[in-house]
């Protein structure tokens, strides 16, 4: 007589992962670069955002905004000085973050972002994510358009835990430079048609996110070098590649 559970099914196992498509590679591509550009954003926008709130929090309690910017601070430096092996051990032993945000499309397409947090400058950084989330990522596509195995490779190459130490690292320098140019009249004023003519930086940040992987990395590369020449032909490219973006999208 067998033992109890003998008869029970086995889990099967996942198939070993093959090498993505160039379709999907690129996708990854593109998702890194922005989610560094999420991340960079969010943190840029921590403690100016906080500022606003300075009223309110005083309205609270005595000493609360300042109480409140110190442990944005000390969020910032956790960001840049947290060694990368604390970073891993934390993301294997399931330390759950102090944060975090999501964007979701209902039925009709329209965006939602929801986010939550265990400290109130944690949540005004995660708010911020979440608002540059909507932005960046509007052209990019989204994950559940992948197939299983597509969806298996993309959660495998985006690296987790781990990986966001280095877009925290690299993210605020990086979209300094891109809200910069993309907040350049010369940008601006080209998209956009009829009375939206002259777009906002929202607008200009969609169609970036539908700009190919290997142009955008190029175009990062030459705003974020030193060569004066390079920059000032970085504009002219990035303008040319909105536009071609817009274009595609009203195909």
Do not use: C
């Not at 910017?69 to 934390?90: C, G, N, Q, T």
């Amino acid at each position: 007589m067998g033992e109890l559970g003998d008869n029970e099914p086995e889990e099967e196992e996942e198939a070993p992962l093959g090498e993505p498509d160039d379709m999907l590679k690129e996708f990854i591509a593109r998702r890194k670069t922005h989610n560094a550009l999420i991340q960079g954003t969010a943190l840029n926008h921590m403690t100016k955002a906080l500022a606003l709130a300075e009223g309110v929090l005083a309205e609270q309690a005595p000493g609360l905004y300042n109480k409140q910017k110190a442990l944005s601070d000390a969020s910032m430096l956790f960001h840049y000085f947290e060694p990368i092996e604390r970073v891993k051990e934390m993301a294997q032993m399931g330390i759950p973050r102090q944060g975090q945000s999501e964007v979701t499309w209902d039925e009709e397409g329209n965006q939602q972002a929801r986010a939550n947090a265990t400290l109130f400058p944690i949540l005004v950084q995660e708010i911020s994510k979440a608002v540059a989330e909507a932005n960046y990522a509007h052209g990019l596509g989204r994950e559940g358009e992948l197939t299983p195995e597509q969806q298996r490779q993309f959660k495998e190459a985006m690296g987790g835990e781990l990986q966001e130490a280095f877009y925290f690292m690299m993210g605020p320098a990086l979209a300094s430079q891109v809200n910069k140019a993309l907040a350049q009249p010369e940008i601006l004023d080209a998209v956009g048609e009829g009375e939206s003519k002259g777009a906002d930086l929202a607008y200009a940040r969609a169609l970036f996110s539908m700009i190919p992987g290997n142009d955008v990395h190029q175009i990062l590369a030459d705003l974020t070098g030193y060569s004066p020449v390079a920059k000032r032909n970085a504009m002219g490219e990035l303008r040319k590649a909105l536009l071609d973006a817009e274009t595609r999208s009203q195909m």
